[in-house]
């Protein structure tokens, strides 16, 4: 019964995928309803089950020399942070032969309390990188994000020193219209970015969100999957008289406009 425990990565992707989604009638964020449900932050309440996802995604962009990564706000924070590292990892991996106590030259070894601590091979702490040899250096990949402005756009307010020209990776959780992570990705360009492409937890575009539409050469998804998507006008649910779901989506705002407007109109 070996067999039991072997799976692949595709198979987990979707054993974690399953997880995760709820069957019902849903609110969606851009106000359209439908009957699945993705709860993507239930995956990153689970730091073991974030470093696992992140992992896989990383590896399909281990040989890209990705130098920066960014996630929207909010639920490509925690996402990029771990694929950040899971990358730093696999980088400092390749280059585990080179230890750091030979490739510092014996004139630069930094005395007690300059600034940077070293243990055995790893750098722990850096204060000032101007000690760490350079493919040292690179091979620490740090991880940005994009906030949401005022007018619902991604902008980059913080680390743009950080990203100009050089190859940095979107992650984004669940794409819907694509309306963030493309955001996201304007944002980066605009801090002077090469974005090299960008990778989605789950793609429920339904193929309208393409390199192309991003303006990127790549773009992946972990798992792809079809949704219904109706306007709330059209909806066979609410037609049906299904409850809509409050506990996730945006169903108890929706039920608020619905009974403001009837308020109104009394
Ligand atoms: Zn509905």
Known sequence: MREKYLITP?????????EIVFDGHFVYSAGGHGSKYFDKSWITFWPLLTAEICSEIASQWADENVEVVVGPAIGGIKLADRVAEALTLINKAKIASLSIEESIEESQVPEEGDGIIISSSYIVRIFDDSYVPEEIRKATIPALYTEKASDGSQVLKRGMELIEGKRTLIIEDIVNSGGSLLSSILACEKAGANIIGAHCLIDRSSGKVTPEFLGVEKFEAL???????????????????????????????????????QKQEE
Do not use: W
């Open 10 to 18: 595709q198979k987990r992707i979707e054993e974690i995928m399953n």
């Open 223 to 261: 798992h792809l999957v079809e949704v219904d998507n109706f306007s709330a006008e059209e909806c066979p649910l609410c037609k049906a008289g299904v409850p809509i779901n409050t506990d996730r989506g945006h169903g108890q705002e929706y039920l608020n406009e619905i009974a403001a407007k």
